[in-house]
Each structure stands twice: as structure tokens, then as C-alpha cells.
């Protein structure tokens, strides 16, 4: 085998659930198909280099890495009197799109986290690695976040369990 045909090999087996990690982030298929395709293209650079063993931990940090990035660039964005024409994203029902609602409302980093764990099923110690923090941080940020999450949906806390 060589290398192209792995890489295609794996693109195939994993490319879905990385547009869903990617979805999961960012809340818009648009953008995630975008981290998506800069997470292959990051893939494919450095293909040769990656150890087999990382492959799957270092897919998911470039997609994270790069949604983060793009929040940073975000709120570089300036408002202006006459904005281009868009489409105008049709009105969200139902209760996953309360949740989604409720997601975009976390700061990134703690969406980061409550997507991992929660949606990719990434151990703490995984995710600390993933973004390069604490498994304590990793504990804290989830833990916030399934707070302001379980706020804005109005579930009730359920504690000493």
C-alpha cells in the first residue's frame, strides 16, 4: 500500500464523523464542511509524519484548533451599515435546536469541551491532551458549561446523586 491510498482509506472511514465533530462546534454545515476540509489538507501536508498510533487524537485537534481559530477571527469582524446580501437562515423548532441554540451561546473553548466529551465521547484525560490544558480545566469548563447549557434549556439541576 502507499501512503495516498491510506490517506484515502482513511479520509473515507473517518471524513463523516469529523464534519459531525466539526458541526457539533460550530452549529453551521457550511463552516464545517470548511474545518473539515482544512483538517484533511493539514492530513495530507504532514500525512507521512503522523504516527498511526495519533492519527485519529491529531484529526480531531486540527478540526478543534481551527474552529477556535476562527472564533478568534470572528470577533475581528466589523459591523457595517450595508451588509452583502445572505440568505436568511430559516427559524430553528424543535428540541435539538434548543440545544444548538444553547451551544452557540458557550464560549468556544467550553463548547469545545462539551462537544468532545459529550458528543465525540472523549475521555477527560483525551481532551486535556486534545487542547493542550488540565484535566482539571477539562473538568471545570464541562462542568460550567453543562451549567449555562442546562440554564438556557431550563432542565432542572439534579446534585447529590
Known amino acids: 500500500?502507499?501512503?495516498?491510498?491510506?490517506?484515502?482509506d482513511y479520509f473515507a472511514v473517518r471524513a463523516a464523523s469529523l464534519r459531525r465533530l466539526a458541526y457539533g462546534l460550530c452549529g453551521d454545515w457550511h463552516l464545517a464542511e470548511d474545518l473539515t476540509q482544512h483538517a484533511f489538507l493539514q492530513l495530507y501536508r504532514h500525512w507521512k509524519r503522523i504516527e498511526?498510533?495519533?492519527l485519529d487524537a491529531y484529526s480531531r485537534r486540527i478540526v478543534v484548533n481551527a474552529f477556535l481559530s476562527d472564533r478568534r477571527l470572528r470577533r475581528r469582524e466589523h459591523v457595517v451599515s450595508q451588509p452583502p446580501d445572505r440568505a436568511t437562515p430559516e427559524p430553528a423548532t424543535g428540541p435539538e435546536l434548543d440545544i444548538r441554540?444553547?451551544?452557540t451561546q458557550l464560549p468556544p473553548?467550553?463548547?469545545a469541551l462539551i462537544v468532545?466529551?459529550?458528543l465525540e465521547d472523549i475521555s477527560v484525560a483525551e481532551a486535556?491532551?486534545?487542547?493542550?490544558i488540565t484535566e482539571g480545566t477539562v473538568?471545570?469548563?464541562t462542568a460550567r458549561g453543562l451549567d449555562k447549557l442546562r440554564a438556557a434549556l431550563a432542565v432542572p439541576v439534579m446534585r447529590g446523586e
Open 1 to 8: 500500500m502507499t501512503w495516498e491510498s491510506d490517506y484515502s
Open 52 to 54: 498511526p498510533a495519533t
Open 101 to 103: 441554540a444553547a451551544l
Open 109 to 111: 473553548r467550553q463548547r
Open 116 to 118: 468532545l466529551r459529550h
Open 128 to 132: 486535556a491532551a486534545l487542547l493542550g
Open 139 to 141: 473538568k471545570s469548563q
